[in-house]
């Protein structure tokens, strides 16, 4: 029934690349006007055309757009966004996975979280689901993250999309093999160097 939306999203968030399943259920419900995912996780998926945070220059003036400073900053995060693949508003900002080519392959997606100072953070877990959970433990009326992570699975579970844990302790915390935050900098250097900024 969402074939063709999904496509159009895997297309226009993922570069083609197949959508994670757990991607898939959460992509659905909020198009079905589910609210029970949204409650737990506080998601608001990217609709068809939505802009690119890392691409979206329309809060800039004429001025700031002309500046030689901004114009290599605004290179460094076009040239990000094509690794830093955003599927929703939520967290901090805007949550998905970093897909530089040059992490490993054959293991799930690292997960990103961009806030709207353009910091990137890490987000454990092997999908996108289990990341949120996780963060969203920390905002829970039950003062112990483990806890409030073990419940927010189970109820997740009872949605019909389990975890791969229920342990907040046993969540995957791989490190990215290129730092998000690192990167943005060498590239902001390399285009101020292009310009003559330096």
Known sequence: MYDERLAEFSRERLDGRPIPDDLRVLLVAQWEGRTDFTRLLDLDFF??????????????????????????INAATAEMA??????????????????HPDEPAGRPWHLTELDTEFTFWSLGGLTLTEGVAAERSSYQDEPDERIAFTQLAAELADLGLPLSTQDYEALDDTAYKVVPEELMEELIEAERARRGLR
């Open 82 to 99: 094509t690794y830093v693949k955003l599927v929703a508003k939520g967290g901090k900002g805007w949550i998905g996975y970093w897909l």
């Open 47 to 72: 609709e068809a055309g939505e802009v690119h945070p890392l691409l979206d220059t329309s809060y800039l003036s004429e001025k700031e757009l002309a500046d030689p400073e901004l114009q290599a």
